[in-house]
């Protein structure tokens, strides 16, 4: 995790009668929750200090907390030709092989062209291209994104250089300008399969090698974090184990945790179980699966819920009242909590089964 200070500009308009406004460009997400949760004190505070009509441009100096860069672009797919440099990282990468290209970038962005070109910072210390397992780390460049620039919308990154040489490309467009209404990366959050674009180019190029590669899906998200821990997991009636996940943000202070649960048995009822202390039991109560947490364990049974058609299930957890056997308690910063979800199954008779489990560390 890197913390660091980057000033936020943004404009406070004092209306006649009681009205006051606060607009902010180049963040939104975590880093937005932050300042938007001190709105009410700000502008409390300007509309008795200012006249009515005034406007007033401040910079705010806020700590962005985000693990590594703050948003995700991520594309996933295989090799579609491989010609790569015999002293390359990837010097056996071969047609099909598994590919995962994955920048994160820094905001709030440049504006090259204001609202429909902008212009981020790849953060080097979390983006990657990986082949078959064999990862080689990106070590700089810049991702643009495009808003009817000139009419079309896309997603860029040229070259952006490798640290085993040669550089990495993503570029996709699609013609109609109707897939992003701005060029700010974090309110564009979204995955696009590959009808979606009218033109695409994915790969590594130049140092000697030219891979290609062919990436169905584009996924534009906030970073993930979480460590996930106890496995491997026992499979499910499905015939893959079930996965746990964390999304939203590990700042105590923001209460904006969501886990969820994926790979489970459709329609099957499950719950989300928690506690301070990880564990291995190897199946409780008759389980197929192993539970993964110890001590206090609280459970989330007011949200029991179907895994669906999808076999997923999903709680936001109140990071004020997390579940513990004597009662709620709060979560704060330095906490470390693990969550695994507990789900019914037919395997092939009446049973229950256990996700893998997530620890969080609250900041």
């Given at each position: 995790?890197?913390?660091?200070?980057?000033?936020?500009?943004?404009?406070?308009?004092?209306?006649?009668?009681?009205?006051?406004?606060?607009?902010?460009?180049?963040?939104?997400?975590?880093?937005?929750?932050?300042?938007?949760?001190?709105?009410?004190?700000?502008?409390?505070?300007?509309?008795?200090?200012?006249?009515?009509?005034?406007?007033?441009?401040?910079?705010?100096?806020?700590?962005?907390?985000?693990?590594?860069?703050?948003?995700?672009?991520?594309?996933?797919?295989?090799?579609?030709?491989?010609?790569p440099s015999g002293s390359s990282p990837f010097s056996s990468a071969a047609v099909g092989d598994?590919?995962?290209?994955?920048?994160?970038?820094?905001?709030?962005?440049?504006?090259?062209?204001?609202?429909?070109?902008?212009?981020?910072?790849?953060?080097?210390?979390?983006?990657?291209?990986?082949?078959?397992?064999?990862?080689?780390?990106?070590?700089?460049?810049?991702?643009?994104?495009?808003?009817?620039?000139?009419?079309?919308?896309?997603?860029?990154?040229?070259?952006?250089?490798?640290?085993?040489?040669?550089?990495?490309?993503?570029?996709?467009?699609?013609?109609?300008?109707?897939?992003?209404?701005?060029?700010?990366?974090?309110?564009?959050?979204?995955?696009?399969?590959?009808?979606?674009?009218?033109?695409?180019?994915?790969?590594?190029?130049?140092?000697?090698?030219?891979?290609?590669?062919?990436?169905?899906?584009?996924?534009?998200?906030?970073?993930?974090?979480?460590?996930?821990?106890?496995?491997?997991?026992?499979?499910?009636?499905?015939?893959?184990?079930?996965?746990?996940?964390?999304?939203?943000?590990?700042?105590?202070?923001?209460?904006?945790?969501?886990?969820?649960?994926?790979?489970?048995?459709?329609?099957?009822?499950?719950?989300?179980?928690?506690?301070?202390?990880?564990?291995?039991?190897?199946?409780?109560?008759?389980?197929?699966?192993?539970?993964?947490?110890?001590?206090?364990?609280?459970?989330?049974?007011?949200?029991?819920?179907?895994?669906?058609?999808?076999?997923?299930?999903?709680?936001?957890?109140?990071?004020?009242?997390?579940?513990?056997?004597?009662?709620?308690?709060?979560?704060?910063?330095?906490?470390?909590?693990?969550?695994?979800?507990?789900?019914?199954?037919?395997?092939?008779?009446?049973?229950?089964n256990f996700t893998n489990a997530v620890e969080v560390v609250l900041q």
């Amino acid at each position: 995790m890197k913390d660091r200070v980057s000033p936020v500009s943004f404009s406070v308009q004092c209306n006649q009668g009681p009205k006051a406004g606060i607009s902010a460009r180049g963040y939104s997400g975590t880093m937005w929750k932050s300042i938007a949760a001190s709105r009410p004190t700000i502008e409390g505070t300007l509309k008795s200090a200012l006249r009515p009509g005034a406007t007033v441009l401040m910079a705010v100096a806020a700590a962005s907390l985000g693990i590594a860069g703050d948003i995700v672009v991520e594309a996933t797919g295989t090799v579609l030709s491989a010609n790569p440099s015999g002293s390359s990282p990837f010097s056996s990468a071969a047609v099909g092989d598994p590919v995962t290209v994955h920048f994160e970038v820094f905001v709030p962005g440049m504006d090259i062209v204001p609202g429909q070109l902008t212009s981020y910072t790849i953060d080097a210390a979390a983006s990657y291209v990986e082949i078959n397992l064999v990862r080689d780390a990106v070590t700089g460049g810049t991702l643009a994104i495009q808003n009817d620039f000139p009419v079309a919308d896309g997603i860029r990154v040229m070259g952006a250089p490798l640290m085993g040489g040669g550089g990495a490309s993503l570029e996709v467009s699609e013609s109609t300008g109707t897939l992003f209404g701005s060029t700010d990366i974090t309110m564009e959050a979204g995955s696009w399969p590959r009808t979606t674009w009218a033109s695409y180019s994915f790969g590594v190029f130049g140092g000697g090698s030219f891979i290609e590669f062919d990436l169905p899906t584009v996924t534009i998200m906030e970073p993930a974090f979480g460590s996930i821990y106890c496995a491997p997991v026992v499979p499910n009636s499905t015939g893959l184990p079930g996965s746990v996940s964390a999304s939203g943000s590990p700042i105590a202070a923001l209460n904006d945790l969501t886990v969820t649960a994926t790979d489970l048995p459709p329609s099957s009822f499950g719950y989300f179980i928690v506690s301070d202390t990880q564990g291995f039991v190897m199946n409780p109560a008759g389980s197929q699966g192993n539970l993964c947490v110890s001590g206090d364990i609280g459970r989330f049974i007011g949200q029991i819920q179907s895994s669906g058609p999808l076999g997923t299930i999903s709680v936001v957890v109140d990071l004020d009242q997390i579940p513990q056997p004597n009662g709620p308690v709060m979560g704060s910063a330095g906490d470390a909590w693990n969550f695994q979800c507990w789900h019914r199954d037919a395997n092939p008779g009446a049973t229950s089964n256990f996700t893998n489990a997530v620890e969080v560390v609250l900041q």
